[in-house]
């Protein structure tokens, strides 16, 4: 059996409900990870994902911004979310998976226009964020579990995440200072790029478009701010990763696109066993 995971910046649920229905029929993901739902918990449109397969659910929301959920047609144990940076925002959902697979979904902030956290409060709260991040995930020695972190983390580390390297070392999302703390963070539980892992660093790769361009397709001045990370014991199950462009080019689109992971769930068990024998 294999697991179809989606991430998504939806932009708000509601309003993207028509590309929820066409992402589930074409992609007919098992667990669906949305962020930046937009909607407080008691008008979530959780009817919707129960007519759709999607029986379990893990909802933060907030009224009028911010907000995660995660969509599951497997049962979630051990639900809930944590508070990141001394601040109530609803930024982080979790559950464990079948298998005890921890699953987190987040929404880093975006961290506003000036790259100065001196000046800029939010800049220095989303710092704040991806430095407690790390040291929260090397606490829990995530790097011995099996766990899955994705979500838009609006930060592109690479220089092919972003359209220009150049140009964008002084813009929010690819500022050196962001790319330390990530790849920090990336380090506190050894994660593996998912979608790097198949597509190579030399290759451009983008997940968001600014809606201000008049053709985003074809200026294509994206940047890669949406991930999945495993820890190494689930990497024998990786089947594959991509971000899926194509949504981008919907009617009413989110920014963002989705990003596919598929795992292979027989895969990890055999690994769990390789493992206890050793």
């Known amino acids: 059996m294999k697991i179809k995971l989606v991430s998504w910046n939806v932009n708000s649920v509601r309003a993207r409900l028509p590309l929820l229905k066409r992402l589930i029929r074409e992609v007919s993901p098992d667990v669906l990870c949305l962020q930046e739902i937009k909607v407080e918990n ?21 009224k009028g911004y911010h907000g995660v959920a995660i969509l599951s047609r497997f049962a979630l144990t051990s639900p809930g979310g944590r508070k990141w940076a001394s601040r109530d925002d609803c930024r982080h959902a979790f559950a464990t998976l079948p298998n005890g697979v921890e699953l987190h979904n987040f929404y ?8 100065d956290p001196q000046i800029n409060p939010s800049f220095a709260y989303k710092l704040d964020f991806l430095d407690e991040m790390a040291a929260w995930f090397r606490q829990q020695n995530a790097r011995s579990k099996k766990a899955i972190l994705l979500g838009d983390l609006n930060v592109a580390p690479l220089e ?31 994660w593996i790029d998912a979608v790097r892992h198949f597509v190579p660093e030399t290759n451009r790769l983008y997940s968001w478009w600014s809606y201000r361009a008049r053709d985003w397709a074809h200026s294509d001045r994206g940047r890669r701010l949406d991930h999945i990370w495993i820890t ?27 990003v596919l992971a598929i795992l292979d769930w027989p895969m990890m068990q055999r690994a769990r066993a390789k493992k206890k024998r050793t």
């Open 42 to 62: 008691a008008c979530f449109p959780q009817s919707f994902f129960l007519d759709a397969g999607y029986s379990h659910a893990v909802i933060r929301g907030q």
């Open 232 to 258: 190494s014991p689930l990497k024998a199950g990786l089947v594959s990763a991509e971000i899926l462009k194509a949504a981008r080019g919907w009617e009413k689109p989110s920014d963002h696109a989705p």
């Open 160 to 190: 092919m995440d972003v359209w220009s390297h150049r140009q964008l070392l002084k813009v929010v999302s690819h500022t050196p200072v962001e790319v330390e703390l990530l790849n920090q963070l990336l380090a506190s539980a050894n």
């Open 108 to 115: 880093v902030p975006a961290g506003g226009d000036l790259p």
